[in-house]
Nanobody, 123 residues
Framework: VQLQASGGGLVQAGDSLRLSCAASGRTFGVVAWFRQAPGKDRAFVGGIRWDSGIAYYEDSVKGRGTISRDKAQNTVYLQLNSLKPEDTAVYFC???????????????????WGQGTQVTVSS
C-alpha cells in the first residue's frame, strides 16, 4: 500500500495549488490531508469519504479549499485557493479503512501515510 503526495511548490500569496494523493494497493474508506508547519504539530486540513465523496474541512481552509477524488485514478485532490503565508507547511495525505466522524481530525486514526509535499507561500 502506497500513498504518493505531489503538487507542492513555491507560490505567492493569493495563488492556488492543487495537491494530489495517488493511492496504490487498495482503496480506502477515508482519505485526509494534514499539514505540518515548522515547529508545530501536524494538523488536519480536510478529508473525504471515498464512497460518498462527502468532504470535511478545517476552519482555516473552509471556503478556500476543496477536496475531491477520482475513483478511476484512485487519487484524491486538495485544491487550495487564495493561499496565505500561514498555509506554508509540509502537506501529508493519510488514509484509513474507516474513521468515525467525530475522529476524522485525529492523525492517530490513519494507518497509511504519504511522504509529504512542501508548500511554501511567499508574501
Amino acid at each position: 500500500v502506497q500513498l504518493q503526495a505531489s503538487g507542492g511548490g513555491l507560490v505567492q500569496a493569493g495563488d492556488s495549488l492543487r495537491l494530489s494523493c495517488a493511492a496504490s494497493g487498495r482503496t480506502f474508506g477515508v482519505v485526509a490531508w494534514f499539514r505540518q508547519a515548522p515547529g508545530k504539530d501536524r494538523a488536519f486540513v480536510g478529508g473525504i469519504r471515498w464512497d460518498s465523496g462527502i468532504a470535511y474541512y478545517e476552519d482555516s481552509v473552509k471556503g478556500r479549499g476543496t477536496i475531491s477524488r477520482d475513483k478511476a485514478q484512485n487519487t484524491v485532490y486538495l485544491q487550495l485557493n487564495s493561499l496565505k503565508p500561514e498555509d506554508t507547511a509540509v502537506y501529508f495525505c493519510a488514509a484509513s479503512s474507516y474513521v468515525i466522524l467525530s475522529q476524522v481530525r485525529l492523525s492517530s486514526q490513519y494507518r497509511y501515510w504519504g511522504q509529504g509535499t512542501q508548500v511554501t507561500v511567499s508574501s
